[in-house]
Nanobody, 119 residues
Framework: EVRLVESGGGMVQPGGSLRLSCAAS????????MTWVRQAPGKGPEWVSA????????YYKDSVKGRFTVSRDNANNTLYLQMNSLKPEDTALYYC????????????WGQGTQVTVSS
């Protein structure tokens, strides 16, 4: 059974930090590029950050560059997203998904973890 399980979300004040994790199982994680996708209330999903299968190439949406850092641990089948200097507009449900930022169809999705940035 394929599973992607996100964790680490929560409520934080503007300027705060969170670290999201995504534990993968049931598929060859190290063979897949991976992406963090978020969806804010009333908006469509948007990719936030992506990383290639080896971890050597990373990609960021312009609005999070310099604040978010994506990484992966292929030995432990885990994807991470370090989020610093959080802003209210970062509030969304964050998903990890297989594929790169340009992927149209994604084989695997997690269930999402909520990030709320509010004072």
């Amino acid at each position: 059974e394929v599973r992607l399980v996100e964790s680490g979300g929560g409520m934080v004040q503007p300027g705060g930090s969170l670290r999201l994790s995504c534990a993968a199982s049931g598929f060859p994680f190290s063979s897949y590029d991976m992406t963090w996708v978020r969806q804010a209330p009333g908006k469509g999903p948007e990719w936030v950050s992506a990383i290639n299968r080896g971890g050597g190439s990373t990609y960021y949406k312009d609005s999070v560059k310099g604040r978010f850092t994506v990484s992966r641990d292929n030995a432990n089948n885990t994807l991470y997203l370090q989020m610093n200097s959080l802003k209210p507009e970062d509030t969304a449900l964050y998903y990890c998904a297989s594929g790169n930022y340009y992927s149209v169809d994604r084989d695997y999705w997690g269930q999402g973890t909520q990030v709320t940035v509010s004072s």
